[in-house]
C-alpha cells in the first residue's frame, strides 16, 4: 500500500523526501534477504553442474569452474554406474506404482467424498491414523510378509517390482488429498448426472476425475517424486541391481565412485535431471498442491 | 477376482438403469403435479419414505405400469429405497475394497506384525522363541515395565472416562446411551480375538520356511503347508470365534441405529463404548502381560542370585512423573486464580517441580545406563536434531514468507528457487553436500575457512560435540553437555536448508488466508509494522505454525534417506538418529525381534509427541 502511494508521486520528490527515501531502502534490504536466500537455495546446484563438467584434478582440486567443460563425464557416469538400468527401472516403478495410486485412491476417496454407508468415519479414522506410523515400523513387517508373498504367488516379490510398486499402490495421503477436492464438487452435478441415467462409477470418471485434475496431477507429482526418492524400502528388498530404481543406484555409485567426485556429481544431476525439470513445468501444481493440503494436514 | 469383478460390474448395471429410472419418475410427478402442490407433495412424501411406487394411488397410471415393470425385474431387496441404501453400501464397499486390502496389509497389519516380531529372541532368524519384553529390557532396561504399566493405566483411565461421558450424557439429556454398551462392547471383544486370531496364526505361518527344511523347496510345498496351516483347528476356532462376536456387534448396533427414530437428533454411541471397550481389553492384556513379565524377571534373578530392583524403580520414577504432572497441573491452574491462591498455587508447584525432578535425575541415568547405548544416543542425537533444526527453519521461513508476502516483484521466481531444495532428490542434493562438508582440505566449506585464516575441519567425520569443539576440550561436559557431533551440525544445516522452502511455502499459504481488512484495521489503528505483525499476522498463522512444528519434529523422527546418505563411519555413530538405529539393527546385525522392538518404541515416542502437542495447541492456537 505504501508503495503505491510511492509510486504516485513524482520522481523527482524521491530521493528528497526521507520517507520515500526509507521506504526505498527498505524495499532494498528485503530484496538484498530474499536474492540472498535464492543463491543459498540455487548454489549447491550451480556448484554440482559446475564440478560435473571438471575434470578429476579440478575436482579435487577445490576450483569453482572449469577450464574446459567436460561433457564426456555424464557419458562416463552413466556407463559406469548401469544409469541406463536404473534409469528404467525407476520409471517402471513409477509408472506401475502411481498409476495403481491413482486407480486405488481415486475410487476410495471418491467413496469417502461421496456416498453413505455404515461405517463411514470409523474408516476414515483408521486410514487417517496409518499417516503417524513411522516407515520404520514397517520395515521388518514388510520385508517378512513381501518375502512370504513371493513364496506362494506365481511371481516373485523380492528382487523384482510387486515388493517395490504394489505396497505403494494405495496411501493414506492419497486418499486424504483427493477426498478434499472431490468433496467440493457440488452435489447438484451428482443429481443431474443421475437424471442422464449415469451411476457412480461413470459419475467419476467423467465428471468427477476430470474437475478435479490439479489434484490428480499434484497426486501424480507426489507419487512421482515419492518413488524416486525412495531408498530405504529399496535397501531392503533388492540384493542385485535388476530392479534397483535410481536413487539406491546412486548410492552405490557414489560408494564405488570413491574419490572420482566429477563422476559422482555427474550421477548426482542425472538422478536429479528429471524432477527438477518436471518441477519447473509443474511448479505451480507442485507448490499450490503442498500449500492447500499442508495446510489441512 | 475374476467373478468378482464381473459381479460388481453387474451391480452397477443394475443400479444405474434403477437409479435413472427413479429420478426420472420423480421428475414427471414434479412436472405433472405442478398445478397441485399438496397431491405432489404427498406423492413424493411416500416416494421418499421408500414405499414401493405402485402401491401408491395418487400417481397417474402412465408411468406406472413402467416402474411396476422396473421393479419386477429385481428381486425385493434389490428394490425400494431400502434397496437403494444397501447398492449403495455395496458398491462402496467395493470401492474401498483394493485401497484397504494394501493398507491394511502392508500399513496396519504391520503393526501388529512388528508387536508379535518384537516379542522374539533370536540372530538372524525370523522365527526365534518368545522372549516376552526382552528386546525392550535390552534397548531401555526397567523403563519399559515402567511405560507399559502406564500405557496401560492411561487406557484404562481413558476407557472409564468415556463411559463415564456417556453415562452422564445418558442421564442428563434424556439420551438412550446405554444400549449401545453390548454392540460396542462385543465389536471390542470381537476386534481384540481377531488380534488374538493373527497372534496365532502369525507363528504358524511363519514357522512354515524351516518345516520345509530338509524336504523339496517347491512352491508347491510351500503352498500346500500355508493351506495346510490355515486349517489348523485352533486357527479355525480362533477365527470363527471372533467372527461371530465381530458379526453379531455390529448387526446389533446396525439394529439399535435402525430403531433409533431417524429425525431424532441423538448421537450415535457405537464409537465410544468401542473405543472403551478396546481400552479396558487392552489396558488388561497389558497390565497381564507386564505383571508375568516382572514375575518372570524375578524368578530369573533368584535363580541367578543376583537381586532386582524393579518394582523400587517402578515407583520412584513412577512418582517422579507423577509429581512433575502435578506441578504442571498446579501451575496451569494458578493462572486462574486470585493472585495469593495463585502464589501459594506456584509456589507448591515449584516445590512438587523441584522434588520430582530431582526423583528423575537421582533414577533415570542408571535405567538408561543399563540400556542399550545405540539406541540412547540416537534419542539423543534425534532431539539434538530437532532441537537444532526446527525453531531455526520455522523462524527463516517466517521471515522469507513474510518479506515475499509484501508486493515483492518476481515472488513466484522466489518461491520456484525456495522450494527446489525440498523437491530434488534427496539422495543427489545430499551427495552434492557429501562434497562440500567433505573432509578435504580444499573441499568448499573448508576452503572458505582458509580464507579467513582457520584450520580445515573433518565436517561430516568429526565425532566430537560442537560445544566441546568450541570450549576445546578444557572440560569434561559429558555426552548431553558437550552438544551434536560437528557432523550431526552438517546434517542439519542440510536438513535447514531443505525444508525452509517448504515451510516457506507453507507459510506463505497461511498469509494469504489472513483477511486483509484487519491489516486495514490496524492500519486505521496506527499499528506500525512489527505490531501489525506481532499482534494480527502472527496469532491468525497460528496454526500454520503448529501444524509446521508438529509435522517437522514428527518429520525428524521419521527422517532416514539424508541422513543415510550422509552419515560417514568416521562420526562413529554420532549421527544415526531413531530411524538410522533402527534400520541398522535390521539390515547390518539381521536382528529383526530387537528392530521391531525399537520401531515400536519410535511409535510410542511420536504418539505421545502428537498427544501432548494437541493438549497444548489446544489451548494457545487460536483458529479464527
Given at each position: ?7 504516485g ?145 506365481p ?110 556429481m ?21 507448490i ?10 | ?68 415393470q ?20 455395496l ?11 494394501i ?13 508379535y ?83 496365532i ?80 481389553t ?13 514375575n ?30 502435578v ?73 522469507l ?18 522450494f ?47 560445544i566441546?569443539?568450541i570450549?576445546?576440550g ?6 548431553i ?75 525428524t ?68
Open positions: 500500500m505504501a508503495s503505491d502511494a510511492v509510486a508521486r513524482a520522481v523527482g520528490a524521491r530521493l528528497v523526501d526521507p520517507a520515500t527515501r526509507r521506504a526505498a531502502f527498505n524495499k532494498l534490504l528485503i530484496y538484498a534477504v530474499l536474492v540472498f536466500g535464492a543463491v543459498v537455495s540455487v548454489l549447491p546446484f550451480l556448484y554440482t553442474v559446475s564440478v560435473s563438467l571438471m575434470n578429476l584434478t579440478e575436482a579435487t582440486g577445490g576450483r569453482a569452474l572449469p577450464t574446459t567443460p567436460q561433457w564426456s563425464n555424464y557419458v562416463e557416469a552413466w556407463h559406469d554406474a548401469q544409469f541406463s538400468l536404473y534409469f528404467m527401472n525407476s520409471v517402471k516403478i513409477t509408472l506401475i506404482s502411481v498409476g495403481g495410486a491413482l486407480v486405488f485412491c481415486a475410487l476410495a476417496a471418491y467413496a469417502f467424498a461421496q456416498m453413505e454407508f455404515p461405517g463411514k468415519s470409523f474408516l476414515f479414522t483408521l486410514l487417517l491414523s496409518t499417516l503417524m506410523l513411522p516407515e520404520a515400523i514397517t520395515w521388518v513387517p514388510n520385508f517378512i510378509t513381501v518375502s512370504w508373498l513371493g513364496r506362494i504367488s511371481v516373485p516379490w523380492l528382487n523384482n517390482w510387486p515388493s517395490l510398486t504394489i505396497p505403494f499402490m494405495a496411501s493414506a495421503f492419497g486418499i486424504f488429498l483427493l477426498r478434499q477436492f472431490f468433496q467440493q464438487i457440488p452435489r447438484e452435478l451428482w443429481d443431474s448426472a443421475q437424471i442422464d441415467g449415469s451411476g457412480h462409477l461413470r459419475y467419476l470418471l467423467r465428471v468427477v476425475l476430470p474437475l478435479s485434475s490439479a489434484a490428480v496431477m499434484t497426486l501424480v507429482l507426489f507419487g512421482f517424486v515419492g518413488a524416486w526418492n525412495a531408498l530405504a524400502w529399496p535397501i531392503l528388498v533388492t540384493t542385485t541391481p535388476d530392479w534397483r530404481p535410481i536413487s539406491y543406484g546412486l548410492l552405490s555409485f557414489l560408494d564405488e565412485a570413491g574419490a572420482l567426485l566429477h563422476l559422482q555427474a550421477g548426482a544431476i542425472i538422478t536429479m535431471l528429471p524432477i527438477v525439470v518436471l518441477y519447473f513445468f509443474t511448479q505451480r501444481h507442485f499450490e498442491g503442498i500449500a492447500t493440503t499442508g495446510l489441512k494436514g | 477376482m475374476a467373478a468378482g469383478c464381473f459381479h460388481f460390474a453387474g451391480g452397477i448395471q443394475a443400479k444405474r438403469s434403477t437409479h435413472g429410472a427413479f429420478v426420472d419418475a420423480r421428475l414427471r410427478l414434479h412436472y405433472t403435479m405442478g398445478g397441485k402442490s399438496d397431491v405432489g407433495a404427498v406423492a413424493l412424501k411416500i416416494w421418499e419414505s421408500g414405499l414401493h411406487v405402485d402401491s401408491t394411488a395418487t400417481r397417474p397410471a402412465a408411468f406406472g405400469s413402467e416402474l411396476g422396473q421393479a419386477r425385474a429385481a428381486p425385493s431387496w434389490y428394490r425400494g429405497r431400502q434397496g437403494r441404501r444397501l447398492r449403495e453400501m458398491l462402496a464397499y467395493s470401492f474401498l475394497a483394493p485401497a484397504f486390502i493398507i491394511g496389509l502392508f500399513g496396519l497389519f504391520p503393526l501388529a506384525f512388528a508387536a516380531e518384537s516379542t522374539l529372541r533370536g540372530l538372524n532368524k525370523i522365527v526365534g522363541s518368545y522372549d516376552g519384553l526382552g528386546n525392550y529390557v535390552k534397548a531401555i532396561d526397567n523403563l519399559i515395565y515402567i511405560l507399559t504399566f502406564w500405557i496401560a493405566a492411561a487406557l484404562i483411565y481413558y476407557a472409564a472416562r468415556t463411559i463415564a461421558q456417556a453415562i452422564r450424557e445418558h442421564r442428563e439429556e434424556q439420551t438412550d446411551a446405554l444400549r449401545w454398551v453390548l454392540p460396542g462392547f462385543l465389536t471390542a471383544i470381537g476386534a481384540a480375538l481377531f488380534a488374538r486370531f493373527v497372534f496364526l502369525l507363528p504358524e505361518m511363519l514357522l512354515i520356511p524351516s518345516k520345509l527344511r530338509g524336504q523339496a523347496n517347491t512352491q508347491e510345498a510351500f503352498r500346500s503347508l500355508v493351506v495346510e496351516t490355515w486349517w489348523l483347528p485352533k486357527v479355525q476356532v480362533a477365527l470363527w470365534v471372533a467372527v461371530v462376536l465381530l458379526a453379531a456387534g455390529a448387526a446389533w448396533g446396525l439394529h439399535v441405529n435402525r430403531r433409533t427414530a431417524r429425525d431424532s437428533r441423538e448421537p450415535v454411541y457405537f464409537m465410544p463404548f468401542f473405543s472403551a471397550g478396546i481400552g479396558l487392552g489396558g488388561a492384556a497389558l497390565l497381564w502381560l507386564t505383571w508375568q513379565e516382572i518372570a524377571a524375578y524368578a530369573e534373578a533368584l535363580e541367578e542370585g543376583v537381586g532386582l530392583e524393579i518394582w523400587s524403580q517402578i515407583v520412584t520414577i513412577s512418582a517422579g512423573f507423577l509429581l512433575l504432572l506441578a504442571w497441573g498446579l501451575w496451569e491452574s494458578a493462572g486462574q486464580r486470585s493472585s495469593n491462591t495463585g502464589m501459594a498455587l506456584r509456589l507448591v508447584g515449584a516445590v512438587a517441580l523441584m522434588a520430582g525432578a530431582w526423583v528423575l535425575i537421582a533414577e533415570l541415568p542408571r535405567v538408561v545406563n543399563a540400556g542399550d547405548e545405540d539406541w540412547w544416543n540416537g534419542l539423543m542425537a534425534t532431539v539434538f536434531y530437532v532441537m537444532g533444526t526446527v525453531p531455526i527453519q520455522l523462524g527463516l521461513a517466517l521471515i514468507a513474510a518479506l515475499l508476502f509484501q508486493k515483492i516483484r518476481g515472488q513466484t521466481l522466489f518461491r520456484v528457487l525456495y527446489l531444495p525440498y523437491v530434488a532428490p534427496f539422495v543427489g542434493t545430499a551427495a552434492v553436500f557429501r562434497i562440500i562438508f567433505s573432509n578435504r582440505p580444499t573441499a568448499p566449506l573448508n576452503g572458505l575457512l582458509d580464507l579467513f585464516g582457520a584450520e580445515p575441519l573433518l565436517w561430516l567425520s568429526e565425532p566430537a560435540g560442537i566441546e569443539m570450549t576445546g578444557r572440560f569434561d561436559l559429558g555426552p553437555l558437550s552438544g551434536p557431533s560437528l557432523a550431526l551440525v552438517a546434517i542439519m544445516l542440510y536438513g535447514i536448508w531443505t525444508y525452509v522452502g517448504f515451510d516457506t511455502v507453507i507459510f506463505l499459504a497461511g498469509l494469504g488466508a489472513i483477511p486483509n481488512e484487519l491489516y486495514e484495521v490496524a492500519d486505521i489503528d496506527g499499528a506500525g509494522g512489527w505490531a501489525q505483525f506481532r499482534h494480527v499476522t502472527l496469532p491468525l498463522l497460528s496454526p500454520t505454525i503448529y501444524f509446521l512444528s508438529l509435522y517437522a519434529v514428527i518429520g523422527f521419521k527422517a532416514f534417506n539424508h541422513i543415510f546418505v550422509l552419515r560417514e563411519a568416521a562420526a562413529l555413530g554420532t549421527t544415526d538418529t531413531a530411524s538410522i538405529v533402527i534400520f541398522q539393527a535390521f539390515k547390518r546385525d539381521t536382528r529383526y525381534g530387537y528392530a521391531s522392538a525399537l520401531a515400536i518404541l519410535l511409535l510410542i515416542i511420536i504418539m505421545v509427541i502428537t498427544l501432548v502437542n494437541n493438549r497444548i495447541a489446544s489451548r494457545r492456537v487460536f483458529y479464527g
